[in-house]
């Protein structure tokens, strides 16, 4: 099965910096990459995803890169804010029938201003 | 945000005793999942159901039985709770085959917290 790994487990930056989180997946078959945010004591909620046939997408100050051949993929946040700091998680997923998500172990992101 | 609800939002009860959570969405989709988030928020899939059949049935103790009336609906009863059942359980929902999207969308998760 799908195995997604992520990292840094922990980071902090200054407000300002771009901060970037790494994640491999061991599936060559998933297809669908989606990155969610979670604030304390809410939900995730997605905030940019990339499927296998782009390896780049942006949307404002958010960018995600995928590398198909190397199986990882990557969140590039810039200009962080203080209202950036949360839990981020990558997922890899298969676009096919019982869909499944498989979740990275998340990264806590602390934007010090 | 009402399109995925869960109910309740925190649940405190005894061990051993049995409990259940409630999920519906609005959204028609076609696919809905338990997740859950223990203290180190790793967030592990239990359960999916894609149009009321269990498609996803991960290593869960059968104490834990999902049940799907519709497809707008997935609940999860809990037998003889323990105190390692304590976590935030999240429903959510997404559209495989056939739908122009596959973005999950999750509830807003309930707080179960065994005594």
């Known amino acids: 099965g799908e195995n997604v790994e992520q990292h840094p487990s922990t980071l902090s930056v200054q407000e300002g910096d771009s901060a970037v989180i790494k994640c491999t997946y061991s599936?060559?078959?998933?297809?669908?990459f989606p990155w969610y945010k979670q604030e304390l004591g809410k939900r995730p909620q997605l905030i940019i995803d990339i499927r296998s046939n782009v390896g780049e997408k942006k949307d404002q100050r958010i960018a995600v890169t995928l590398n198909k051949t190397a199986k990882h993929f990557s969140l590039h946040i810039t200009e962080t804010q203080p209202e950036d700091s949360a839990v981020y998680f990558c997922?890899?997923?298969?676009?096919?029938?019982?869909?499944?998500?498989?979740f990275g172990p998340g990264t806590r992101l602390s934007v010090l201003p | 945000d009402t399109a995925v609800s869960q109910t309740p939002k925190y649940l405190v009860t005894q061990m051993g005793n049995d409990k259940s959570i409630k999920c519906e969405q609005n959204?028609?989709?076609?696919?809905m999942y338990w997740y859950k988030q223990d203290s180190k928020k790793f967030l592990k899939i239990m359960f999916s159901?894609?149009?009321?059949?269990?498609?996803i049935n991960e290593t869960v103790p059968n104490r834990f039985s999902p049940k799907s009336p519709d497809k707008a609906h997935l609940n999860l009863h809990i037998n003889s709770l323990e105190l390692g059942d304590s976590a935030v359980y999240f429903c959510a929902s997404s559209r495989p085959l056939g739908g122009s999207t596959d973005t999950q969308y999750f509830g807003p998760g309930t707080r179960l917290t065994v005594l």
């Open positions: 159901y894609n149009n009321k059949e269990l498609i």
């Open positions: 959204l028609g989709h076609d696919t």
């Open positions: 599936d060559s078959a998933s297809n669908y």
């Open positions: 997922a890899a997923s298969q676009r096919s029938y019982g869909q499944n998500f498989v």
